[in-house]
């Protein structure tokens, strides 16, 4: 029978992935000095699962590798071994090493041959050291009575079960006909030991035989049939020599050997051309090009249940077309709210599936953590909430470099030494704060941390410095806070290794903008600061306010959208150098036409108090689009203008609405951009 | 057709046994651990376990001593997965009351002739 071993590669290697996360976060916790059996137990699972595997699917050099970890681990499971924070550092390169095996291996190539026999090297020399107890040699006993098979030209066995053997499941019977099968066999019973029937126990056994086997096999060949009893009787093999007249038992044979040993130990050689294919990016598991997700049983049974329910809903309906008449109003009406309702829940229960926890993400920071705060000696505490967040699968594979690229900043930037800390009455230790929790439709992460919180002052120097703002503008905290977000901005005195990457967070917000979501930041000087990122839970479906603009209708993200308001003459101002105005409380809020903007011929409200301004946030500010019309809200399926026709500037997608036009939706800091490029509102970012 | 429980944390060996046995016919019930594998095997009855060693929550040693607690378990075949290393495994096994193991790694073909070996 030939199977396809390949089908289950890609099982393999995500759950090997997982694994490697497991391991990495269980070595964390106990490099934190937290040592607790089972903590220990999955680490070892996860490794002894990946060596189980890549022995099964023919990965032998990783199966190799992870074999020397797994009795590194085996050895602290049972505590032979202490936990020492060099053991765990040890584990935690290892665990590395074998990701980049691991994801050599995926790809098809081999791992770089010279790193996995240092870092094997460097597991052995631990192994070497003495634990509390020697190392185990390997068990596997050599085939030691190989050298009397060959001249046998037959077997005598004396097989005497034990009364309990078949209380494990074995049966002499099929014991006797596997013999059989392996040459001609003389089967003799024995039934002296048979009781009186009063006493007979039909669960125990009380046969024994005498077994003549006329076939030159191997003694291996015999061993390896009564591997599994040869506790559970009495046994001797012997072998019958030609001619030699057959000779009387001398008594149990107690030589045993594991038959099934297969050569799992072989050294690895490079077994193909070494292409020491170098990968960079770590964590390539979850960014997998050639994507597969791995969905909750739970969920797909949801989803067949609620096309269950369609189907019924369809059919109820289908019947009623049949021959309708009016009188049957009310039922159809019942008929059409189902299917809405079920239309509703399978959309969810699907969207369902694309969602993963965000620990997905999450799961790369203590080991970031851990690694920056040795490199830059800090001590660094890292607490992690709501890490079975749900998100989209997009928005997990996506929002991870940002997330890096911010969390380094606290540590490098926000976070300050040991002894600065306690000179300015802090506790030793800093702490960042990853938290991720869903509010209102949206899912809001935040990254806080009790550090020096962002430098006002120097930020403004460095933005008058670029000739990002004016003397004489009185910028507010967050105004000034926004001034990082400004293309080539850096207040680091000098650029670090560790968060100096040339990557900004212009960029950072680009990225996040890109997903439909916002970023602000919140900060106290001394106190710490807060970076708090919106994103929308899915980016297949929105949800959006539907908005009339001459004949046009658009969709602006409810994501986006402050408070919508009728514009009253007295609120209007014109404002030198920012042209008209709008004051709202205490704000004054730059307005954007839309029908300018998109150059809409007809529209309706040209003048600010005829139509009406939905406030916005974007960018960090407040502003005004005039429209005609509020619609309705509605979500809608985003449709991709770049994947259908080609990326429009202030337009993010298109979407169908339910008499069949096109509705396009807006992309409000394209929109800001757009409108700030043609010089409609002077200065917009600044002012904003 | 006999039914065969397969018990294993790593979905991936799961897969494989189940895929083999399933295009052999047998009827394959797949469980993650000792729990669910026990749960099922108390509400279902199969003619065959075969179980990881190595699992969260109740290991295969564990789950073959209850099933051997079981009265419709007493002479059912339950095999073990384990390693070339685990020589004292096997001797706890058997002690709980397996009835063999099956050595990792281990390929479809030989597998295959275990289960028939005790399926007869």
């Not at chain 1, 499941?169 to 039934?191: C, K, M, S, W, Y």
């Not at chain 1, 009188?327 to 509703?344: E, I, P, S, V, W």
């Amino acid at each position: 029978m030939s199977i396809d071993m390949e089908q289950f590669h890609q099982v393999f290697f995500e759950e090997s992935f997982e694994g490697l996360e497991v391991m990495e976060a269980g070595l964390l916790r106990m490099d934190g000095g937290a040592v607790d059996d089972e903590e220990i137990n999955a680490i070892f699972r996860a490794a002894h699962s990946i060596k189980g595997g890549s022995g099964t699917f023919g990965f032998t050099e990783v199966a190799d590798f992870t074999h020397v970890m797994e009795t590194l681990l085996d050895e602290m499971r049972d505590g032979r071994r202490p936990v020492t924070p060099n053991t765990v550092q040890v584990l935690l390169r290892s665990v590395d090493v074998l990701r980049e095996m691991l994801t050599a291996t995926r790809e098809g190539a081999s791992p770089d041959p010279e790193q996995v026999r240092i870092q094997q090297a460097e597991l052995e020399s631990v192994l070497a050291s003495p634990g509390t107890a020697p190392p185990e040699a390997s068990v596997d006993a050599a085939p030691e009575s190989r050298e009397q098979a060959p001249e046998a030209a037959g077997w005598h066995i004396v097989f005497r079960p034990h009364p309990h053997m078949m209380r494990t499941g074995n049966d002499p019977l099929r014991i006797i006909r596997e013999l059989a099968e392996l040459g001609d066999l003389q089967v003799t019973g024995d039934v002296s030991l048979l009781p009186p029937f009063s006493e007979f126990d039909p669960e125990e056994c009380y046969l024994s035989w005498d077994l003549h086997l006329d076939a030159p096999v191997d003694r291996a060949r015999i061993d390896e049939i009564f591997d599994w009893v040869e506790d559970d009787c009495d046994l001797a093999i012997m072998p019958v020599m030609i001619d030699a007249p057959r000779e009387e038992a001398p008594g149990p044979d107690q030589s045993r050997l594991s038959a099934v040993s297969p050569p799992a130990e072989r050294r690895v050689g490079e077994r193909r051309s070494p292409e020491p294919r170098r990968r960079q990016e770590r964590r390539s598991g979850q960014a997998s090009p050639s994507s597969s997700i791995r969905v909750d049983i739970g969920k797909i049974d949801a989803l067949i249940n609620m096309v269950g329910e369609l189907v019924i809903t369809q059919s109820m309906l289908s019947l009623l077309g049949d021959d309708f008449h009016m009188g049957q109003l009310g039922r159809l009406r019942d008929g059409l709210a189902q299917l809405d309702r079920h239309t509703r829940e399978l959309q969810e229960s699907v969207m369902q599936i694309r969602m993963l926890p965000i620990s997905f993400t999450f799961s790369r920071f203590p080991r970031l953590v851990h690694d920056l705060g040795a490199k830059l000696g800090k001590k660094i505490e890292l607490k992690m909430t709501g890490e079975n967040t749900e998100v989209d699968k997009t928005v997990i594979e996506k929002i991870g470099d940002p997330l890096v690229h911010l969390v380094r900043n606290s540590l490098d930037h926000g976070l300050e030494m040991p002894e600065e800390r306690i000179a300015a009455g802090k506790p030793e230790t800093g702490t960042v704060e990853l938290n991720a929790y869903h509010k209102g439709g949206n899912i809001v992460i935040e990254i806080r941390d009790d550090g020096r919180g962002l430098d006002r002052d120097r930020i403004l120097a460095k933005a008058l410095e670029r000739g990002l703002v004016q003397e004489d503008h009185n910028l507010t905290d967050r105004q000034i806070h926004e001034l990082i977000f400004q293309p080539g901005f850096s207040t680091a005195e000098q650029v670090s290794d560790v968060s100096g990457r040339g990557v900004g967070m212009d960029v950072v917000r680009r990225n996040i903008n890109e997903l439909g979501g916002s970023i602000e930041i919140e900060s106290e000087p001394g106190q710490g600061s807060a970076i708090i990122i919106r994103l929308p839970l899915t980016l297949a479906i929105l949800d959006g306010q539907t908005v009339a603009v001459g004949d046009e209708t658009y969709i602006v993200p409810l994501i986006s959208i402050v408070e919508s308001i009728q514009v009253r003459r007295e609120m209007i101002h014109l404002v030198a150098g920012r042209g008209e105005t709008i004051r709202l409380r205490d704000d004054y809020l730059p307005v954007i036409r839309l029908h300018e903007v998109f150059g809409i011929e007809n529209p309706r409200a040209t003048d600010l108090v005829d139509g009406l301004l939905v406030v916005v946030e974007g960018e960090g500010g407040q502003f005004g689009i005039l429209v005609d019309d509020l619609i309705g809200q509605q979500q809608v399926v985003i449709k991709s203008l770049e994947a259908n026709y080609q990326r429009v500037e202030g337009i993010s997608g298109a979407t169908i609405l339910g008499d069949g036009s096109v509705a396009l939706i807006l992309d409000i800091p394209g929109v800001l951009r757009l409108a700030a490029g043609a010089g409609d509102v002077d200065q917009l970012q600044q002012s904003a | 057709m006999a039914s065969i429980l397969a018990v294993d944390d790593s979905a991936s060996m799961r897969q494989m046994v189940a895929f083999t046995l399933k295009g052999a016919g047998y009827d394959v019930i797949e469980a993650a651990d000792g729990v669910e594998a026990l749960n099922i095997a108390k509400s279902k009855g199969v003619n065959l376990v075969i179980t990881d060693v190595n699992m969260p929550n109740m290991d295969g040693i564990s789950l073959i001593k209850q099933l051997r607690a079981l009265p419709s378990y007493r002479f059912t075949p339950l095999l073990m997965l384990t390693t070339e290393s685990g020589q004292d495994k096997k001797q706890q096994g058997k002690a709980a009351g397996a009835t063999g193991w099956i050595v990792k790694p281990f390929n479809p073909d030989q597998l295959l002739n275990t289960v028939k070996k005790v399926l007869g």
